[in-house]
């Protein structure tokens, strides 16, 4: 026969298995939602590097990042670096105002976007692209005109939010390819990148070129409490490193 002592405890732990049922239903839709958002916003970005004229339209509305020989502008804000972004009416107005041609922007390329679909592209003003008629800008009068400096990336890493560091080394390596990768391998012929900056073309041989991933291995060296860690002579003051090496295709 139950009573009413043990009544409630029989109760509130039906209560709490219907709580957890529900909980635990519902946590597989937020994952759900979350994985659709990504979802969306890759095919965005992917649909972006394919439809040039969607490109262009997205640079309309997007936030651009500049380098100056692939050294990202930066501000300093007390015990760290701030990653500054210009709207594409503030870049046109500051090429214009330092004697570029706005076409400039052409030389730009796309890192990423948010997840309200803003575009960022990152744009290099010390590397001329091939297709690009305009001089480089000189980088002492960009940086009194922006209030920034442009500065070593791997000095600057270590002062920067995850965010902005995972950011600019996706524009620092994909503006470093291009620089590299003007000419055809085949043809000697100068190559033209598409709008998004996703891939180069050889007009000559018809030669398409896509960035390439070059794996590394990272190496941490640990004796129980402790591990080694090197540093070179470039580096700032308290700055230091595991090892770290390349790996050949089809090495393990």
Not at 52 to 79: I, M, R, V
Not at 121 to 129: I, K, Q, S
Not at 234 to 252: E, N, T, V
Request: net charge positive.
């Amino acid at each position: 026969m139950l009573t009413l002592n043990t009544f409630i405890p029989v109760y509130h732990g039906l209560t709490m298995s219907l709580y957890c049922g529900t909980a635990c239903r519902r946590k597989p839709l937020w994952c759900y939602r979350l994985l659709s958002t990504y979802i969306t916003k890759t095919r965005y970005l992917f649909e972006l590097k394919e439809d040039d004229d969607a490109c262009k339209k997205a640079q309309q509305t997007g936030a651009f990042y500049l380098f100056h020989n692939l050294a990202p502008l930066l501000q300093k804000s007390e015990h760290q670096y701030l990653l500054p972004q210009y709207s594409l009416v503030e870049l046109e107005k500051l090429l214009g105002k330092l004697g570029q041609d706005t076409q400039r922007v052409e030389d730009s390329v796309l890192i990423g976007g948010s997840e309200q679909h803003e575009a960022w592209f990152a744009l290099d003003l010390g590397l001329n692209d091939s297709s690009s008629m305009s001089a480089s800008l000189q980088k002492p009068e960009v940086e009194a005109e922006l209030k920034g400096s442009f500065t070593e990336f791997r000095k600057a890493l270590f002062r920067l939010n995850v965010k902005d560091a995972s950011l600019l080394s996706t524009a620092q390596a994909l503006l470093r390819w291009h620089d590299a990768h003007r000419f055809c391998s085949r043809s000697g012929q100068p190559t033209k990148k598409n709008v998004a900056g996703s891939k180069r073309v050889c007009p000559s041989s018809k030669i398409i070129y896509y960035p390439q991933m070059a794996p590394v291995v990272i190496t941490l060296v640990s004796d129980g409490t402790r591990c080694l860690l090197v540093r070179q002579s470039s580096f700032p003051k308290g700055m230091y490193s595991a090892l770290a090496g390349f790996c050949d295709i089809g090495l393990s």
